[in-house]
């Protein structure tokens, strides 16, 4: 799933509710390992209630397996790696609180996670204040960038490049963008109109929903008279599915458009496989990669947690991610911030993401591999095309 919008606040558990909740007169909704004294400590912040506490899960299963492999093997400079699971509830204000109390009273080394957006802000202001270096594993970007905050989802242009002319030399140079309307849709088409100038494409309509739309027909009626050859959707969250459904309904989605976007994504094929199977999508990670690094990885998350469905790309992410910045910790031989952080922006890590990965100092994005994978029907995600780095060193305010 592409970085969604925060859920409305309305029902969102507020700091003292969800302490009050857990029980834990703290934030800790769970701790993994053994509490040994002197232990490298991660605060890990998900949102594990509200709309998106599928892709929460995920990433917090593939992050503490991450862990598990890494302790497994002698832990970092032969300490236990611990961390503290707590829920944001995808609101940023939680975020926020939680992540201040991690850092004075868990006293973390490290933070990692969230899937919002603008939780995924909110955590590194405060991550930035503390100067506690912070992971991200959700694909997308936006324009800012922080110094202590690390993303090894891939970027937009990471998946655009690739994508769309190979999209426009399949099915045709009109195109039209659907997303909804919160920063991040924006974000990305500002990306795909450039890059489908540059293929020679244009752009014939661009629309975009509030969250929570119930009836798409007025705009796939507008999008459908323009008669693109391709739609970019960065709708996300319940409407991608409520979009893509009717867009078929409507005729807008047929076979013979071509179709890229945040639908695509393994989160949404149990209710969009019939629309999406044969379709070719690009991401950073699948569960069909063929490595064997990887493959063990699938085979311990289903074993894990019974899971047959497509594994979220997130979950991978925060797997192989999480290794990455340990690897990172061991160099600095201290389990302080400012040196981990240091670390981090000079390592180069081998994984099934891709050899040689770092990332982009300009950017703070992880330089690394991208696939082109065809959808199979029963939900695998199959790799038809190895594309190899995909380089984005765009500058970001924060970082150039």
């Known amino acids: 799933m592409a970085q969604p919008p925060s859920p409305p606040r309305t029902g969102i558990l507020t700091v003292a509710t969800l302490l009050a909740l857990t029980g834990c007169g703290g934030s800790a909704i769970s701790g993994g390992q053994d509490g040994q004294s002197g232990s490298l400590k991660i605060g890990v912040i998900v949102p594990l209630t509200g709309p998106v506490s599928a892709t929460g899960t995920a990433l917090r299963r593939g992050f503490e397996l991450g862990v598990k492999k890494v302790n497994d093997n002698g832990g970092v400079n032969g300490k236990k790696v611990e961390y503290v699971v707590v829920d944001d509830a995808g609101n940023p204000a939680t975020s926020t609180q939680l992540a201040r109390k991690l850092i004075q009273q868990d006293q973390v080394s490290m933070i990692f996670g969230t899937i919002t957006g603008d939780t995924a802000e909110a955590v590194a202001r405060v991550a930035d204040d503390a100067k506690v270096p912070f992971g991200t594993a959700i694909l997308g970007d936006t324009e800012r960038c922080y110094t202590y905050q690390w993303g090894f989802g891939e970027t937009t242009r990471q998946m655009l490049t690739p994508a769309v002319p190979e999209l426009l030399r399949k099915y045709g140079t009109k195109v039209a963008i659907v997303g909804s309307d919160y920063n991040y849709p924006h974000f990305y ?34 999008m459908k008279d323009a008669e693109p050859d391709v739609v970019l959707s960065m709708v996300v969250g319940a409407d991608a599915v409520t979009f893509s459904q009717q867009a078929k309904q409507f005729g807008l989605l047929t076979p013979e458009l071509g179709f890229e976007g945040a639908p695509l994504d393994t989160d949404y094929y149990p209710a969009l496989s019939a629309l999406v199977n044969g379709r070719t999508h690009t991401v950073r990670w699948t569960d069909g990669l063929d490595d064997a690094e990887s493959r063990k990885f699938v085979a311990d998350y289903r074993a894990a947690h019974d899971f047959k469905d497509p594994i979220p790309e997130v979950a991978g992410n925060a797997y192989f991610g999480v290794q990455f910045l340990l690897d990172a910790a061991r160099k600095a031989a201290a389990f302080e911030g400012p040196a981990i952080n240091t670390e981090i922006g000079r390592l180069t890590f081998d994984s099934p993401l891709g050899k040689g990965t770092r990332f982009e100092s300009t950017n703070h994005r992880l330089q690394a591999d991208m696939l082109e994978v065809t959808i199979k029907p029963g939900g695998a995600y199959e790799v038809s095309k190895k594309l190899g780095p995909i380089p984005d060193t765009t500058p970001k305010t924060g970082c150039a």
């Not at 244009?202 to 739309?213: D, M």
């Open 189 to 222: 088409a500002g990306v795909a109109k450039e890059l489908v100038k540059q293929a020679g494409g244009s752009i014939l309509a661009e629309e975009y929903s509030p969250l929570g739309q119930a009836d798409w027909q007025p705009v796939i009626t507008r």
